[in-house]
């Protein structure tokens, strides 16, 4: 008797157990069959221009180079290059080490800055100077729109008239400028039942921003936009695709508008692998505007990027749950298209690289 209640016991707990199982917990595995393998190592070498190493200037990269190698990685742009001193090392440690592997960007600290009397002639001199260093672009992060205020404390607009000579300068010294501005817009949307990005934000709260928090997501965007526009003469990388791969036609008209603007992919992977056929048709109409980037350095996420882009495979996982609870497919882009997003749009947009590494 005691037995039997105690598998009725343990029966019921299962039971409830499964009743009560949270949606962050529900994570099925897929019995569906289908042809497709994971992809580790790119058809083609590749330029990942959106790259982090923080610790660069005093880094010991040999294992950063296996984990490439293994990738097929041929050069990685650290976008962490910060400026004066640290610059300088971090070219130096690329020199000693791995000429040709790494190139990094300059870095501007705009907080409480803009505005300042002689800051931005300071300013535009230092980037002179990391170029002059080694520095093969410039990298601006999200704060700039969204954190940052001047020396008086107001949020800086991405698109500041005070903040022009930078941009200009980008275009006479013939740098590339990749910016990252804003977060995906459902972290402004209503935190409910229809914001798509509800497990994300629920697993990682402070990401979410109320709708005029500092501005809405449109307006920040909006003032990249106008800043791209109001600088012609400078190439301009958009970030995670200006957080529009969710509506391809949409930015397919800005890049139409605006010919001086390109964009990466990085962390936006699930959002092409949802819309194979569209995202195809995308990748081929903007051939020449798309670069690629992972963003984080994370090598073994990196088998995600090239099975979207390289496989015609059906309905395989994303690697976070919590960015993307939807299956991928893959674009099975032609050879031509991917080599100018894996390394020949870089080749021509970013200075300096080493051409030699990468076929024809």
């Known amino acids: 008797m005691k037995t039997k209640l105690t598998i009725f016991l343990l029966l019921l707990t299962l039971s409830l157990t499964a009743q009560t199982m949270s949606f962050e917990e529900y994570n099925p595995k897929s019995t569906l069959v289908v042809p497709g393998k994971i992809i580790k190592k790119a058809k083609f070498p590749f330029i990942d221009v959106h790259g982090h190493q923080y610790r660069m200037p005093t880094q010991d990269l040999t294992s950063v180079i296996t984990a490439m190698d293994t990738l097929n990685m041929g050069i990685m742009v650290n976008l962490s290059g910060r400026s004066g001193n640290d610059l300088t090392k971090s070219v130096q440690n690329i020199k000693d080490h791995y000429p040709n592997r790494f190139v990094v960007f300059a870095n501007i ?168 056929r569209n995202a195809k048709k995308f990748f081929i109409n903007y051939q020449d505007r798309i670069l690629f980037g992972k963003d984080s350095w994370v090598p073994q996420e990196f088998p995600t990027y090239f099975r979207v882009l390289e496989s015609a495979d059906e309905y395989f996982p994303y690697h976070k749950k919590y960015h993307a609870f939807w299956p991928m497919y893959g674009l099975d882009l032609p050879d031509n298209v991917l080599k100018k997003v894996y390394y020949k749009n870089a080749l021509r947009i970013v200075p300096g690289l080493d051409k030699t590494l990468f076929p024809n």
């Open 109 to 276: 600290d705009f907080n409480r800055n803009v505005g300042k009397p002689g800051w931005i002639e300071a300013t535009v001199k230092q980037l002179e100077q990391d170029v002059k260093n080694g520095a093969r672009g410039l990298k601006v992060y999200k704060s700039l729109g969204l954190s940052n205020v001047d020396f008086k404390g107001n949020r800086v607009a991405i698109d500041d008239p005070r903040l022009s000579p930078i941009w200009k300068k980008c275009g006479e010294l013939g740098i590339p400028v990749l910016i990252h501005s804003a977060d995906p817009k459902s972290f402004w949307d209503p935190f409910d039942k229809d914001n798509e990005r509800w497990l994300e934000l629920k697993t990682h709260p402070r990401r979410k921003r109320d709708a005029n928090n500092p501005a809405p997501f449109e307006q920040i965007m909006n003032e990249q936009y106008t800043m791209f526009k109001k600088h012609p003469k400078t190439t301009f990388i958009s970030a995670h695709m200006g957080w529009m791969s969710n509506n391809l036609g949409g930015l397919g008209k800005l890049l139409d508008e605006i010919p001086n603007m390109n964009v990466g992919i990085g962390a936006i992977i699930a959002e092409l692998g949802r819309q194979p």
